[in-house]
């Protein structure tokens, strides 16, 4: 059993670290597994399981740079090289796709809400893991013919991608919001 100091500890330090700066090696398939359970324990109003996950393998880090090229042609002609990159930055890379059930119950904000505490789940096991994690997503997210090229279907939507590795030189450490900016106590008038 975890102590609490030590997860109250990754939960108050924990921060995103620059995809360049993530170096091989990544989690192996067993740590990359317990990654991915960790994002299934995540909050889930309704027991929707309203994500899914893709691992983009070294093996298709190509086509992968491919569809990157591509989507920043169709936005920017002529940055396509520097975009075909980006599928290299960190040497584990995980999709993160919302399922969202529209018209149910449950509504479509909580299970965006779901999606993304899966998606910090996914975070804060890979750092549990000693790993250095950021997610990063942008306009090739959006881009209809990048997501039918990573097979998602029309309902589904990229989130972004979550990269894992070892972490390379130490960031500066983040600047974290004052509590007394985001935290009030409610009276009733």
């Known amino acids: 059993?975890?102590?609490?100091?030590?997860?109250?500890?990754?939960?108050?330090?924990?921060?995103?670290?620059s995809a360049k700066r993530l170096l091989a090696p990544g989690p192996n398939d067993a740590e990359l597994h317990m990654i991915v359970a960790a994002a299934l324990t995540a909050p889930d109003h309704g027991d929707l399981k309203p994500w899914r996950f893709l691992?983009?393998?070294d093996t298709s880090r190509?086509?992968?740079a491919d569809l990157f090229a591509a989507a920043a042609e169709r936005d920017t002609p002529g940055s396509g090289d520097k975009a075909r990159e980006k599928s290299r930055n960190a040497p584990c890379l995980v999709a993160i796709i919302a399922r969202i059930t529209p018209d149910h119950k449950i509504p479509v904000a909580e299970q965006y809400a779901s999606v993304g505490a899966a998606m910090a789940h996914m975070l804060l096991a890979a750092n549990a893991l000693g790993y250095g994690a950021v997610v990063l997503s942008g306009a090739r997210t959006?881009?209809?013919d990048f997501k039918a090229?990573?097979?998602?279907?029309?309902?589904?939507?990229?989130?972004?991608?979550?990269?894992?590795?070892?972490?390379?030189e130490a960031g500066k450490p983040k600047t974290?919001?004052?509590?007394?900016?985001?935290l009030r106590v409610w009276t009733p008038e």
Request: hydrophobic share 45%; charged share 25%; glycine share 10%.
């Open 1 to 17: 059993m975890i102590r609490t100091k030590d997860l109250l500890d990754l939960l108050l330090h924990r921060q995103s670290a």
């Open 142 to 144: 959006r881009d209809p």
């Open 176 to 182: 974290r919001p004052s509590l007394d900016d985001h």
């Open 62 to 64: 190509d086509a992968l």
């Open 55 to 57: 691992i983009i393998p």
């Open 149 to 168: 090229g990573l097979g998602l279907d029309a309902a589904e939507d990229l989130v972004g991608f979550v990269n894992i590795g070892t972490l390379g």
